[in-house]
């Protein structure tokens, strides 16, 4: 929102040395963040005041001439190719340097081999006006040499205050309501908008009524209209002019720019109809499919939820936001109805938004809007254009249909709170003062408790409870005038978040002893993504209103991802290795409430951990096992033992045989395999992936669960170690070995494989597993002869359950 | 003889100086420095002579014995130790090259303010990412229509209650898990929540549609402005630097009242004044303010009873203002190139 700082003037003094760069600090760090202040003067920098001396015929151009212009410190040629230049005039001349409005920088130049050093400009180059038709002549007021803005009398600056910022103060959507505001900032006297007020303007109740229906009460608090005749449609006069263009609006015709300018100045948006095409006024829903030509000239089709202002039969307008383009003002026009209205933020919100339509008028109406307004608005639009139409003569009687209730607010607030809230005093009468300085009332005051009247402006939905009021009275006072102190309290052992905990020591062990690097994907996967790696999505949570068709889903695994990042990097290294922690989404229930009441919950969430290797090597798979492996045994402890176990359902991604589940204390906790060879070519990978996907909120939970690593007596006799290799049918799995050798004898307290053998040594179809078994006893120190015993027994034993042979 | 002693002295000075190798030197020392070098031959000679002569020459000869072992002696020294090539170590050399893995920037910065928050004695919160509009909008005073619920803003899951709306969204903010936390801890409290949020829109080097924020709340008796402005304080001087100042302004939330936003003194340039800060000598770092009493009753606190104040900050941006990242979508990018430098 822009803001002239004269226009400020017309409300209250600024003093002279009070500079607009204070200004704009304070209502920053007061109010609302100013984000630019624009001298009007920097726009006209280099462009001065010349008067033209000669003119001479261009040589080589018929439609150029030479002119010879003073501008007081020297005179300069200048080819110029108006047909209305004369001798004698006075005329603004860009100097080389000058850039002007339109982006154009002046240079020294040579017009078909004439020499130009500068540039006499028209009307619509200098951004003052639409004129092309010849270079602008300046009155004889106008000194040779001068800076053009001082001719102008461009001495305005102009505050750009950012919307978002206002979000919740409708009342500062206007040159009155900033006044206002400074007013309390700077402890300057706000002339009353009543003195902007005609009061010798008559209303009549005994002229025509206009017929006004208003359908929908609560879409349409307020609404209030007169019809005037004697209207002269032309351009505005040059005050309201300039005015409206310091502040970034165009001017269009006289009633149109009055209306702009009232809603600039208080805040009411208004709009002015042709009376001649307006019968009555009915402010109604949109009929369905309803199409509306609107003042820019564009074909706009209405719903049911649209609110608009209909004549009874046709949309005139829609409300709040644009007029329609039959009914507005032209130049054939010569009496108006004009319309002061209050309309429901959220309704013209939506329209707003669903049109694509946002107009000055729907910003301000979307803020909750003063119903008070439309009054002060009406009148002052009244007075003006007494001014500007002096020929205007009221036609109707003032129509008011006005569904708002007037009821004051008030709020009870107590100063010993406020002290609390604050954790510092402000004296008693620095808190009233700034209050009643914000045009809040104090209706009453006990010793520490006032009772405090909102005033209307601020009613429409900022100022509702005394927690606001605390905000009033401390951000004028200045947040950064009070004392910092920390909260004293008693000591309290704050709750640990085991699963923070343990994921950051997860981090650090990934990172700095497997070497991995920790990549964030998205959250959301697209169907291409997965199709590719043979994973079914129909299954999937979607994404409403996504950005594009990479992200239409949210991901169940972190596979996808960790894919795509192999994919991206591996041109960058032989071997790869990355990690993820995230959150993965399913359809099924959750454990988290949608709200405080009610059972309904949120769809099902969980942390998953993730890892992936990629390499052109054989033992991958291997490798992320053993990763896996000591991994879990740095969180479990070293005597835990990773079981990677056959799965029953294989995920789509992984191959075939190389796939297993992560099983842990009993528990399985995620799956570990290699990308399947459809996969790699679908994604055009050239190294082989590996990838382990772990259910970390399962882990977590184990982890916390599992007791804690108890220390073993170390032995005190000392073991025997025996190096056996069984000869099996590579079908026979290890961990069904593994288990009877575990189980065998309870002198066989550890086993270790250390080798295993396919090859031309061993017939088709076997393998030969190779284990050290350590045989200890607690009591004695065991003989040979004893565990030779057992040797051969457990070698039977195998060769009877898996028809192993001991292999010499 | 006297022509001898110089002549046989320039001969085995001119040598030596050629000599390059220690067998060569060897040769030379055998040739004339050797019992039955010619030096001695020369000596054996001398006594012949008469006994004036004999000292004279002998001096002479013994000068010149002196003088040729010297430069012998300097030569072998210089010849052995640029023979023997293993004792020059070429200290300049790398170490060998050790394998590194690396944390992503996100979960630096994240730890650096766990520990910091933790140290106050903080709670460590969670929330859920896939969040019902109910708690990351209504509960938070954002009524359905409030521009904050724009759906350009918002990811909605295409999944629709018995109103037939769209009451699922991805978290916009991590304030989302305020009222979870009241729910679950009560008062009195100290919790900080970081975490992953969505916004729909459109990614370039300074807008990610995902990113990282991190919440704080305290919630006490007697919880006041002056505590969170004090709070904020040190957390900056902690962040960024012991001169580190704060500077606040009025900044409009729907959850807290008053609302403000926080700005330290850009640590980039010391508060002078530089591109990042874009010359003011601040940067806007953090959102707060004391909670809303319609907040603290959704959470079952008795605003009567306790007040509480909250605070955010972008994660994403102080990871982007700590390691002076220029391009958001690097954080979510996977680039090794990127990742490595960490």
């Known amino acids: 929102m822009y803001i002239s700082l004269n226009w400020l003037k017309d409300f209250i003094k600024i003093p002279a040395k009070l500079e607009a760069a204070e200004i704009a600090k304070k209502l920053t760090d007061h109010t609302a963040e100013v984000e630019g202040l624009i001298k009007q003067a920097d726009q006209f920098n280099n462009i001065v005041i010349g008067q033209v001396l000669e003119v001479n015929k261009h040589p080589n151009a018929d439609r150029l001439r030479l002119a010879v212009v003073d501008i007081k410190k020297e005179k300069l040629n200048i080819v110029c190719g108006a047909p209305n230049l ?19 920088e002046i240079k020294e130049s040579e017009i078909r081999g004439e020499k130009s050093s500068g540039m006499i400009c028209a009307e619509d180059e200098l951004g003052i006006g639409k004129d092309h038709e010849g270079i602008l002549v300046l009155d004889k007021g106008a000194k040779v040499g001068e800076p053009f803005a001082k001719y102008l009398k461009a001495d305005d600056i102009i505050l ?13 959507l206007s040159h009155y309501g900033i006044a206002r505001e400074l007013g309390a900032l700077f402890d300057l006297t706000l002339k009353p908008y009543e003195k902007l007020i005609d009061q010798k303007i008559k209303f009549d109740d005994q ?228 209050l009643k300085n914000l045009g809040f009332i104090i209706t009453d005051e ?30 004028i006072y200045g947040y950064n005038n009070i004392e910092s102190r920390l909260p004293v309290e008693e000591l309290s052992l704050p709750e640990l978040n085991h699963e923070r905990l343990i994921e950051r020591k997860i981090k650090n062990i990934l990172a700095f002893k497997y070497n991995l690097a920790e990549v964030y994907n998205y959250s959301f996967v697209g169907e291409d993504q997965l199709t590719k790696l043979n994973i079914d999505f129909f299954n999937h949570l979607k ?194 070995i593994r288990k009877e050798l575990l ?66 | 003889m006297k022509n001898k002693i110089e002549q046989i002295k320039k001969e085995f000075l001119d040598q030596l100086a050629k000599l390059k190798n220690i067998e060569d030197l060897r040769a030379l020392e055998l040739k004339y420095l050797s019992r039955k070098g010619e030096l001695s031959e020369i000596m054996h000679g001398l006594k012949d002579l008469s006994l004036e002569l004999k000292k004279e020459l002998g001096e002479l000869a013994n000068k010149a014995k002196i003088e040729m072992q010297t430069k012998f002696t300097e030569a072998r020294r210089v010849i052995e130790s640029y023979g023997k090539k293993d004792d020059f170590v070429d200290v300049t050399l790398p ?70 709306e769209y009451d699922l969204v991805m978290r916009t903010q991590t304030s989302s898990v305020q009222i979870r936390m009241l729910q679950k801890y009560g008062a009195p409290l100290k919790v900080i929540i970081p975490g992953r949020c969505f916004r729909n829109e459109a990614t370039d080097a300074r807008h990610e549609h995902t990113f990282y924020q991190c919440e704080g709340i305290v919630i006490g008796k007697d919880i006041n402005f002056s505590n969170l402005k004090s709070l904020l304080e040190i957390v900056g001087k902690r962040l960024f630097g012991p001169d580190t100042e704060l500077r606040m302004r009025p900044k409009f939330y729907p959850f807290v009242e008053p609302g403000n936003n926080g700005e330290y003194t850009c640590f980039l340039c010391n508060g002078k004044g530089c591109r990042v800060c874009k010359q003011t000598g601040w940067l806007e770092i953090v959102g707060a303010g004391l909670i ?51």
């Open chain 1, 86 to 104: 004369a001798v004698g005039q006075l005329v603004p001349v860009a100097l080389v340097g000058a850039v002007l409005p339109n982006g154009l």
């Open chain 1, 160 to 172: 750009e205050i950012d919307n978002k910022s206002l979000s919740n103060r409708s009342d500062l």
């Open chain 1, 207 to 434: 002229l025509a009524k206009l017929e006004v229906k208003i359908d929908d009460k609560e879409a349409c608090p307020r609404y209030m209209a007169i019809k005037v005749e004697g209207i002269e449609v032309k351009e505005s006069p040059a005050w309201l002019k300039e005015r409206l263009i310091a502040v970034n609006q165009h001017p269009i015709n006289n009633i149109v720019d009055l209306t702009n300018y009232v809603m600039l100045e208080c805040g009411q948006p208004m709009h002015a109809f042709d009376a001649a095409k307006v019968k009555k006024i009915n402010v109604r829903s949109a009929h369905q499919e309803e199409v509306l030509e609107t003042l820019d000239e564009k074909e706009r089709v209405l719903h049911e939820d649209d609110l608009v202002i209909s004549d009874g039969e046709n949309a005139l307008a829609i409300a709040g936001i644009m007029g329609g383009k039959e009914s507005g003002i032209s130049e054939q026009t010569t009496s108006i109805i004009v319309e002061a209205a209050n309309f429901k933020a959220a309704t013209v919100r939506k329209t707003s938004q669903k049109l694509g339509l946002r107009t000055e008028s729907s910003t301000r109406f979307e803020k909750s809007l003063d119903p008070a307004l439309t009054e002060i608005a009406l009148f002052r639009f009244l007075t003006l254009l007494k001014t500007i139409c002096p020929g205007m003569v009221i036609a109707s009687a003032l129509t008011d249909v006005n569904s708002t209730v007037i009821a004051t607010k008030n709020i009870e607030f107590d100063l010993n709170w406020l002290t609390k809230k604050i954790g510092q005093e402000i004296p008693r009468e620095t808190a009233i003062n700034i």
């Open chain 1, 446 to 475: 006990t010793e520490n408790i006032l009772q405090v009247e909102v005033p209307s402006w601020r009613a429409s939905k900022d100022v509702t409870i005394k927690e606001d009021l605390v905000e009033e009275v401390l951000r």
């Open chain 1, 543 to 736: 994404i409403a209103n996504s950005l594009s068709e990479i992200h239409t889903m949210l991901r169940q695994s972190l596979v996808p991802g960790l894919v795509g990042n192999i994919k991206t990097n591996q041109a960058k290294a032989d071997a790869l290795g990355f990690f993820e922690f995230g959150s993965v989404f399913f359809k099924a229930p959750g454990n988290l409430k949608k709200e405080i009441t009610g059972d309904e919950v949120l769809p099902y969430q969980e942390k998953h951990l993730g890892l992936v290797l990629a390499a052109n090597e054989d033992n991958l798979f291997a490798r992320l096992k053993g990763v896996v492996n000591n991994l879990l045994q740095n969180l479990l402890g070293y005597t835990v033992e990773t079981e990677f176990s056959v799965l029953s359902t294989i995920p789509g991604w992984a191959d075939k045989y190389q796939v297993a589940k992560i099983v842990i204390l009993g528990k399985e906790i995620g799956v570990v395999a290699m990308l399947s060879q459809t996969a790699i070519n679908n994604i055009n990978l050239k190294k082989k992936v590996a990838i382990a996907e772990i259910n970390f909120t399962t882990l977590v939970d184990l982890i916390i669960k599992s007791p804690a690593n108890n220390f073993k007596e170390l032995p005190k006799y000392p073991g025997v170690v025996r190096d056996l290799a069984f000869v099996v049918n590579e079908k026979i799995l290890y961990n069904e």
């Open chain 1, 743 to 808: 189980n065998f004898n309870p002198l066989i307290k550890e086993v270790e494989l250390f080798d295993v053998y396919v090859g031309d040594k061993l017939a088709e179809g076997e393998k030969s597993l190779a284990w050290h078994i350590n045989f200890q006893s607690e009591e004695r120190t065991l003989t040979a002869e004893e565990v030779d015993v057992v040797v051969s027994e457990l070698v039977k034993v195998l060769e009877s359950k898996f028809a192993a042979k001991l292999r010499e």
């Open chain 2, 95 to 164: 170490g060998e090259k050790i394998a590194n893995g690396h944390l992503n920037p996100l979960t630096l910065v994240q730890n650096d303010l766990e520990d910091l928050f933790t140290s106050l004695g903080f709670i460590i919160g969670d929330g859920p990412e896939l969040e019902s509009d109910y708690y990351n909008f209504t509960a938070l005073n954002v009524p359905p229509l409030h521009p904050a619920r724009d759906m350009q803003d918002t990811f909605y899951i295409d999944s629709k209650n018995k109103n037939g």
């Open chain 2, 292 to 342: 809303h009493p319609d907040v603290l009753r959704a959470g079952g606190i008795d605003p009567e009873v306790y007040s509480g104040f909250a605070f955010g900050f972008g994660l994403t941006r102080l990871a982007m203002l700590k390691y002076g990242i220029n391009d958001i979508r690097l954080f979510n990018s996977g680039d090794l190139k990127f990742l490595e430098q960490f």
